[in-house]
Structure formats: structure tokens, C-alpha cells
């Protein structure tokens, strides 16, 4: 059975790096489009960054634009986000996703456009 496995959160402070994992057991993962969402407490999950089955097309939330960085390594079922100059805002449960098509565009951006999720990775950030 397919899982979606994050790792990679903690408590940081502002102005901090972090790298988080997604790793996917029992499934090859080179066809699937893969996200990163996050939840904030009390607020809807929301997007931040999507990756095509290849890695040549990626989407950015405009809050995270220029500070994280979503990658994959298809050989190590893996897809990676870095983020850079972290701010309090950045907050939550980190979810990593995998679409059931190989591409991403501009609009693919809704949790309802990916179909498989983890169980998600906490970063809090602090001053």
C-alpha cells in the first residue's frame, strides 16, 4: 500500500532554514505530480508549492515565492521542500500530496487536485 511519509519539521527561528521530506513507500512515484500543503490552526489547509512527475514545471504560493524551493530525487521516491528565511507566518502542519497525473499548472493549486496525502510534518517558527 502506498504511503506518504514527511519528516524534516521543527521549531526554528525566524530567519531559519528547513528542509522537509516526503518520502513514498510501496509505490513508484516518477509518473505522480507531487504538492506541499500547510495548515495553520484554525485555518484551511492551503497551497505551497507543486512539482511535475519530471521536475521541470513547478507553481509557488505567492506567500512562499523566492523563499522555498520544491524539488524531487525520482530515483529515491522523494520529493523535497527547502525553505529559506522562514517567518512566523509559515506556521503549521506541512502535508505533502501526490496528484493522480503527472502534470501541474498555474491552477493546480486545491487539495481537491491531489488525491493521495501524508500525515504531515509540524514547523513552527518563532521570533
Known amino acids: 500500500q502506498m504511503q506518504l511519509v514527511e519528516s524534516g519539521g521543527g521549531l526554528v527561528q525566524a530567519g531559519d532554514s528547513l528542509r522537509l521530506s516526503c518520502a513514498v513507500v510501496?509505490?513508484?512515484?516518477?509518473?505522480?505530480?507531487m504538492g506541499w500543503f500547510r495548515q495553520a490552526p484554525g485555518k484551511e489547509r492551503e497551497f505551497v508549492a507543486a512539482?511535475?512527475?519530471?521536475?521541470?514545471?513547478?507553481n509557488y504560493a505567492d506567500s512562499v515565492k523566492g523563499r522555498f524551493t520544491i524539488a524531487r530525487d525520482n530515483a529515491k521516491n522523494t520529493v523535497y521542500l527547502q525553505m529559506n528565511s522562514l517567518k512566523p507566518e509559515d506556521t503549521g502542519i506541512y502535508y505533502c500530496?501526490?496528484?493522480?497525473?503527472?502534470?501541474?499548472?498555474?491552477?493546480?493549486?486545491?487539495?481537491?487536485?491531489?488525491?493521495?496525502w501524508g500525515q504531515g510534518t509540524q514547523v513552527t517558527v518563532s521570533w
Open positions: 500530496a501526490r496528484r493522480s497525473s503527472g502534470f501541474v499548472y498555474g491552477t493546480t493549486t486545491r487539495p481537491g487536485d491531489f488525491s493521495s
Open positions: 510501496g509505490h513508484r512515484n516518477s509518473d505522480y505530480a
Open positions: 512539482i511535475s512527475r519530471g521536475g521541470s514545471n513547478t
